[in-house]
């Protein structure tokens, strides 16, 4: 089920160690560096959860037993997922590109195997966002004609990548149609 | 009106843009296509936009004005306006796009880059736009529609605005390449444009459903509902006040009996005769609510086979006149409830690509017989229905336990949290008859157990009454006990297929299978839930074969 993808001189069991992926055989993980834009992403969204408690705990709380708490706990809990979650995400975050369909596998908790065949995709985007940029990735976005997952996303692939994916794709629905 | 269309025909990119022929004309040209930008005066043809964002501004600037703040009016009016300027002067900075053989590239954004790649074998429609202002310089705004689904928040593809020249260009240049696709059609979202006039054009052969008088009576007795009651009474508690009306307060009807008069005395004496009259009354609304409900719109069904698909004609004060092309056919679903399945009757619905009306889903056969289901069916060049005999697979057992546990633990929470604070109040279990903690604890497990019971109930019940098999390229989904329903689902309209296995569901060993169809209401997602994992994956390889 594991195969390592990241050369690393660790003893960890492959399911342990953070710097191998875990993904179904044949399947590649995407670039690392996805890992810092996660953890950029994450450190803004708990930015602001860590400024309200720490106002709440200095304005609001003043003089209330376990004053401090709500802040602690907030700290605790934002570093946590700063510092553990992105590689936990990198790691079960991986693609297989067909001879007629990509496949896109995601999460632990609330794992998704997402297949779509070519000849289904309607229009192609490679997509950077400032933190993106930031990091060196782009996204792959790929538009069907569904109703339910119209939208399937492929972040964390190096922009040469992207482009090389997308212009695999392209070719794909070329050939269906001629 | 477009000035001189061969004036700007190049792209307009700068100094060494080639003014010779079309950037599309070489196809066959080995070196890509230079990339071009949108027209300068994109600004202009914008203005309309600016007004239309500005007015409030200007109304704001005004109300400043008559106030005597006139640099505050100026200054709000000045921003807005040049904060819309501003943002079509970004975008037509940043807006790129290049026409190549088969595609058109369109790259925009400055913070968000995003390069779009929107193959022409895929654009459903191009729109040519022009308001005003545009028509007065010559230029048009370019919508590429390509059936994908994102809705109308996230257009495909947008051009705003180039020349009129090179948008026509554009098209056809788009049109001759779908007309030289042999396969035009093979996508399922495609000929959505072409299909409405072939339709047109055909010769409609015969009757294959209709709604005679009989059926629709029976249709409004199925569609029997007291929802006029719940309305009246949300309206009784929304009003009643204002109104003086308060039908359910004894009082209220003392008042008004008492206004009658002797009248007041018969019905106090005859309340058994009154409650009566009431049922009636309630029996009769809920009766009149469906008549009122379906046969004015289903008056004078009928459901005639065209060459290329269906064409449906119902209606008593609006009529309306559809027509189906079983092209854009990507799902059919047969429902039924308890009552109509007691006497053989089931709706057929259809979900297409259907943009013109609404919700893709269409009624073709709103109270049919199960005969009369096939014969339409059949008139669709569908495989029959598979019957008992057909590989029907069911869900894990799993499926079971894997609802209830979520459930158990639901509703253990506000049990427990319950108790503890009845328990905790001495004066409270008091009130409670003056039963001891322990038969308290023990009503609230019972309670729990009970419920526990009836879920287990239905969730068994509800796995009983689900399968699905793959046969004659098709997915059939059966679902529900009280309310049944079969989705037919032909292969080759699958978008996407989702496997889904979120950590309780592996706990139990099995996964969801989602899939992406286009069309229909998008309430819910056409799924098969928990099958065993290794039967999902093997199932999701079925599913794909024929794209593969």
Redesign the interface.
């Known amino acids: 089920m594991t195969e390592a993808t990241l050369p690393t001189d660790s003893d960890l069991p492959a399911t342990l160690d953070p710097r191998r992926a875990v993904l179904p055989p044949g399947l590649e993980p995407v670039e690392p560096s996805y890992r810092w834009a996660l953890r950029l992403r994450l450190m803004l969204g708990w930015l602001p959860l860590l400024i309200g408690a720490l106002v709440l705990d200095s304005v609001a709380l003043e003089g209330a037993p376990l004053r401090g708490l709500a802040s602690g706990v907030v700290a605790l809990v934002g570093l946590a997922a700063v510092v553990i979650g992105p590689q936990r995400i990198w790691r079960r975050l991986g693609y297989a590109l067909g001879e007629r369909e990509l496949r896109i596998v995601r999460g632990w908790l609330f794992h998704v195997d997402t297949i779509v065949p070519f000849v289904r995709v309607q229009h192609l985007d490679v997509a950077r966002a400032p933190l993106d940029k930031l990091v060196g990735t782009a996204s792959l976005i790929i538009h069907t004609a569904g109703t339910h997952n119209s939208v399937v996303t492929l972040p964390g692939l190096a922009p040469p990548r992207a482009i090389e994916l997308r212009d695999r794709i392209r070719a794909q629905i070329k050939t269906d149609w001629q | 009106m477009s000035g001189e269309p061969g004036a700007i025909p190049g792209p307009i990119t700068g100094a060494d843009a080639n003014p010779g022929a079309p950037a599309p004309a070489h196809a066959d040209a080995a070196a890509p296509p230079p990339r071009e930008r949108l027209h300068p005066l994109s600004l202009v043809a914008g203005l309309g936009t600016v007004f239309k964002q500005a007015w409030a501004a200007l109304a704001g600037g005004i109300f400043l004005a008559a106030q005597g703040q006139t640099g505050f009016a100026l200054l709000l009016v000045g921003v807005a306006t040049l904060g819309t300027l501003g943002s079509i002067a970004v975008r037509l900075l940043s807006f790129s796009y290049r026409i190549d053989v088969?595609?058109i590239d369109l790259a925009s954004g400055i913070?968000?880059?995003?390069?779009?790649?929107?193959?022409f074998?895929?654009v459903q429609d191009v729109n040519i736009e022009q308001n005003p202002i545009a028509r007065l310089i010559g230029l048009a705004r370019v919508k590429l529609e390509?059936?994908?689904?994102?809705g109308a928040k996230d257009e495909?593809?947008v051009l705003d605005s180039i020349t009129l020249a090179r948008a026509e260009a554009l098209r056809d240049r788009i049109r001759a390449h779908r007309a030289g696709?042999?396969?035009a059609g093979?996508?399922?979202?495609s000929s959505a444009a072409a299909s409405t006039a072939e339709a047109n054009a055909d010769a409609e052969t015969e009757a294959i459903f209709a709604m005679t008088p009989r059926r629709l009576l029976q249709l409004s007795v199925f569609s029997f509902s007291l929802a006029i009651v719940g309305a009246l009474f949300g309206v009784a508690q929304t009003y009643g006040d204002a109104l003086g009306l308060d039908p359910f307060d004894p009082d209220f009807w003392r008042a008004n009996l008492e206004r009658v008069g002797p009248l007041q005395n018969l019905v106090l004496a005859n309340r058994a005769v009154t409650a009566g009259f009431g049922i009636v009354t309630l029996l009769l609304a809920g009766l009149l609510t469906g008549f009122v409900r379906t046969v004015p719109r289903e008056w004078g069904f009928t459901l005639t086979r065209t060459e290329t698909g269906f064409r449906r004609r119902r209606g008593l004060l609006t009529l309306t006149d559809v027509v189906l092309p079983l092209k854009r056919v990507q799902a059919a679903i047969v429902a039924s409830g308890p009552v109509r399945r007691h006497f053989d009757f089931a709706k057929l619905t259809i979900q297409s690509?259907a943009r013109d009306s609404g919700s893709?889903d269409h009624s073709i056969a709103p109270l049919a017989t199960g005969p009369e289901i096939e014969r339409i069916i059949a008139a669709m060049g569908w495989p029959a229905l598979p019957d008992e005999g057909a590989p029907w697979q069911r869900p894990s057992r799993a499926f079971i336990a894997s609802g209830l546990v979520p459930a158990a633990i639901f509703l253990l929470l506000p049990a427990v949290v319950v108790t503890a604070i009845i328990l905790g109040r001495d004066d409270w279990a008091a009130a409670l008859g003056g039963a001891g903690p322990t038969q308290f604890s023990l009503l609230a497990a019972g309670l729990w157990l009970g419920a526990m019971a009836l879920l287990s109930l239905l969730r068994i019940l509800d796995w009983r009454h689900r399968r699905h098999c793959i046969a004659d390229a098709r997915l059939y989904v059966r679902r529900g006990w009280w309310r049944r329903g079969l989705v037919i689902l032909p292969l080759d309209r699958?978008?996407?297929?989702?496997?889904?296995?979120?950590?309780w569901k592996?706990w139990f060993g099995i996964a969801d299978l989602?899939?992406?169809?286009?069309?229909?209401s998008?309430f819910a997602?056409?799924r098969i839930e928990a099958l065993r994992s290794d039967e999902a994956y093997a199932l999701?390889n079925a599913l794909?074969e024929p794209?593969?």
């Open positions: 088969d595609e913070i968000n880059r995003n390069e779009r790649s929107i193959p074998d895929r390509t059936g994908a689904s994102a495909d593809g696709a042999p396969g093979l996508a399922p979202a690509l893709g699958i978008q996407s297929v989702d496997l889904r296995r979120p950590f592996r989602r899939f992406g169809v286009a069309g229909g998008g997602a056409h999701r794909l794209v593969r």
